[in-house]
Nanobody, 116 residues
Framework: QVQLVVSGGGLVQPGGALRLSCAAS????????MKWYRQAPGKEREWVAS????????NYADSVKDRITISRDNAQKTVFLKMNSLKSEDTAVYYC?????????WGQGTQVTVSS
């Protein structure tokens, strides 16, 4: 059974940093690309970043490029999202996902609130 457990959110001041984690189980983690999404209050869920199965390729939404880094540790079966220079508009629930054998699986999400 595929499980994605997201952690690391919280309240941070503008300009601060956070690192989110998404711990995976139930599938061969190193064989699948992973993605992070976020959903701000009153808005649709939007894609944030992607990483290939071996971590060699990453892609970012324009809104977060240069401030966010996606990475993964295949030995730990975990994907990370390091966020720097956080802005109020980064406030959202952050989710990871994987498409495994044609099925889309989501983590439970973690709240990130950027506020002074």
């Amino acid at each position: 059974q595929v499980q994605l457990v997201v952690s690391g959110g919280g309240l941070v001041q503008p300009g601060g940093a956070l690192r989110l984690s998404c711990a995976a189980s139930g599938f061969t983690f190193s064989s699948y690309s992973m993605k992070w999404y976020r959903q701000a209050p009153g808005k649709e869920r939007e894609w944030v970043a992607s990483i290939s199965d071996n971590g060699g390729s990453t892609n970012y939404a324009d809104s977060v490029k240069d401030r966010i880094t996606i990475s993964r540790d295949n030995a730990q079966k975990t994907v990370f999202l390091k966020m720097n220079s956080l802005k109020s508009e980064d406030t959202a629930v952050y989710y990871c996902n994987v498409v495994q054998l044609g099925r889309l699986h989501w983590g439970q999400g973690t709240q990130v609130t950027v506020s002074s």
